[in-house]
């Protein structure tokens, strides 16, 4: 009772998505600061061994709904047995990924529960509210920490009087972590056939490609990103050449995937994918605040740019003015000149 | 055979269009200095609607927005383009409602439209960027859903196929009706003004607006009935009050923060050769690279 909720999504190889991992490893930290039991719910086809994989992420208790008729995902079924277990087991916290699946279904349940919803998050927190009109307090909520109105501005939405609290939380910007290896918490199986009926399944798959991921931006140690600045689709093929070079992957600002120098799987942003790398160049990239969140975090990042006054530069920590054909090959000569 | 679709759609701030005024110096945002426009996602769910009713003999299009008196704009500029009808849910009362009271109101006022076939709209509005009040009165309407729409494949009186845009992939699927879809920005783009349509609906107006109106359109809409856009207000949906606006909303807004740049200590370079050599020898030698 009263414990943290991840709703945890099946991938296309049947493993758990990176996304309920990332949000796994978050509740983790969240359900001990408040001194509650962390339960994931896994709802798919064939889940033989899947606690295998969660538990090592500090999960306690493992819910487990397996039926041939729920992979691949579709909302009815799924939200027919999630809304009967949150009614059940009364959590305090649900999660859900910003994912197709997560934004499809959470909704949904908190229609259904009325409770509050938050989309989008980048940052959860536990703390205290003080209701302005009341001046009641409300101790140890959910803090959920998004960007709104296009990205200028950032919000902290609270849920102080309805239970649980939900939120969707954007994939990349929680870490992942392992809690203990051996860590073992213990299984809950579904029964399925209580929570379903014939209506649920009047949506149909009739046909689907889906394709694994193959540019992966948001793992990468290092980013070499590009903007509007780039100029043509011909010219990013200069920053592939540095991106093998030393290890990275390309990502891209909207303005470049808008204008078609960059495939949408780079970009980089609040629209795009959210990064922390190691290193991040952004050549010829301005830096709208929409691109900044998405990347700002990052440890180190230089910034090529032929102004000086790009507002990208205000975070960087080498900035480098002038025309990036020039620069980037240099920077390709010195790094093979120093190496090794 | 009547077929209905009804058409959710949303007047928005033009938050892709940010100028330097947008933003209060308190850091909240300033909506006035902010254009108003047909939320872009919306547009493409209304090409899509208008689509449906090509292909389906005797479909009509119905609009709901919910909004203050001035979105009335986004019913005249969907006259323009094909639906039969608009209706202005307009009230202070829902004034401060989250998408959950958002989508009580929506749902109330569907109701109001029984029979229906399909409700459609756009994924989500680019003021909240969301993607929940679909949903959300899906549920209260106790209907299927199918978001992330691109394209409406087929119709016909027992079954709709659609084709969902997903992030990494396509998923054709079936339903039945009646059915909510959220349609997604992949899909086409929507149609210009039809000029015939633009003169049969231009002295179109709700009651707010004719009271502004310095002469009197009285004869015209005796003559036309159809010009009159109507508007709901709470009363005329039948609301449970502690369900609406800011109470009817469970999350509240704790903090804004102005997204403000800290500005860091940088190091200034320039494009020559002993510039770029140290760079990438401090980055080699911090093991950042290599």
């Known amino acids: 009772m009263n414990n943290l909720f991840v709703y945890c999504e099946v991938a296309e190889d049947n493993s758990i998505a990176d996304i309920s991992i990332e949000l796994l490893s978050k509740g983790r930290r969240l359900a001990n600061e408040l001194n509650c039991k962390l339960e994931a719910l896994v709802i798919g086809n064939k889940l033989n061994k899947i606690e295998e994989q969660l538990f090592p992420y500090g999960v306690d208790i493992l819910h487990i709904a397996d039926d041939k008729r729920l992979f691949p995902y579709t909302t009815l079924p799924h939200a027919s047995i999630v809304k009967e277990i949150l009614k059940k087991e009364k959590p305090q916290i649900v999660l859900f990924g910003a994912s197709p699946i997560g934004r499809d279904l959470a909704p949904r349940i908190a229609s259904s529960l009325r409770c509050g919803l938050t989309a989008d998050c980048t940052n959860l927190k536990i703390g205290d509210y003080i209701e302005d009109k009341t001046k009641k307090q409300y101790k140890n909520i959910l803090y959920q920490i998004r960007p709104a109105f296009g990205g200028n501005i950032i919000a902290t939405i609270v849920n102080p009087k309805t239970r649980p609290q939900m939120a969707t939380v954007r994939e990349g910007v929680m870490k992942k972590e392992i809690f203990l290896d051996n860590y073992k918490g213990i299984v809950k199986k579904i029964d399925v056939d209580k929570y379903l009926n014939d209506c649920d399944f009047v949506v149909k798959i009739i046909e689907r490609h889906i394709e694994q991921q193959k540019i992966n931006v948001k793992d990468a140690q290092i980013i070499v990103s590009g903007g509007y600045g780039v100029g043509s689709k011909e010219n990013f093929s200069i920053l592939f050449d540095l991106a093998k070079l030393i290890g990275a992957e390309v990502g891209a600002s909207r303005a470049a995937v808008d204008a078609g120098f960059a495939e949408k799987e780079r970009q980089v942003g609040q629209s795009g994918v959210t990064v922390h790398p190691k290193l991040y160049i952004a050549c010829g990239i301005s830096g709208a605040v929409q691109h900044r969140a998405g990347m700002e975090q990052s440890v180190k990042i230089i910034s090529i740019n032929i102004d000086k006054n790009a507002p990208i530069n205000k975070i960087a920590d080498y900035t480098i003015t002038g025309n990036l054909s020039k620069i980037i090959p240099k920077m390709i000569k010195y790094y093979k000149e120093n190496s090794k | ?290």
């Not at chain 2, 254009?35 to 119905?62: T, W, Y």
């Not at chain 2, 002295?203 to 005796?222: G, R, V």
């Not at chain 2, 036309?224 to 709901?232: A, H, N, S, V």
Request: glycine share 4%.
């Open chain 2, 1 to 290: 055979m009547s077929f209905k679709i009804i058409l959710l759609a949303k007047q928005v701030p033009d938050t892709k269009n940010v100028g330097k005024d947008a933003m209060k110096k308190d850091g909240t945002v300033n909506r006035s200095a902010l254009p108003a426009i047909f939320n872009p996602e919306d547009m493409n769910a209304l090409e899509q609607a208008i689509r449906i009713k090509e292909s389906v003999e005797g479909a009509e299009i119905i609009l709901l927005t919910m909004g203050p008196p001035r979105a009335a704009n986004i019913i005249r500029e969907s006259l323009y383009r094909g639906i039969d009808k608009g209706y202005l849910i307009t009230d202070r009362r829902f004034a401060g409602s989250d998408t959950l009271a958002t989508s009580y109101a929506i749902s109330l006022a569907i109701k109001k439209l029984e029979p229906f076939n399909i409700v459609i709209s756009g994924r989500q509005a680019i003021d909240g960027d969301t993607a929940q009040v679909g949903p959300q009165t899906a549920e209260k309407l106790n209907i299927p859903q199918i978001t992330y729409a691109e394209k409406i494949l087929n119709v016909n009186n027992k079954q709709i196929t659609v084709k969902r845009r997903l992030e990494r992939g396509i998923e054709i699927v079936t339903s039945t009706m009646p059915v909510l879809i959220t349609v997604n920005s992949s899909a086409p783009k929507c149609r210009a003004r039809n000029s015939k349509l633009v003169m049969k609906f231009k002295h179109s107006n709700t009651d707010s607006e004719l009271q502004n109106k310095t002469i009197s359109y009285t004869e015209l809409y005796d003559k036309r009935p159809y010009l009159k856009i109507k508007e709901w207000s709470v009363d005329d949906l039948n609301t449970n009050p502690e369900r609406l606006g800011l109470s009817g909303s469970p999350t509240k807004v704790k903090k804004i923060e102005n997204v403000v740049l800290q500005q860091k200590q940088s190091k200034a370079l320039s494009d020559n050769n002993n510039d770029i050599q140290e760079l990438m020898k401090e980055l080699i030698n911090s093991h950042i690279i290599g």
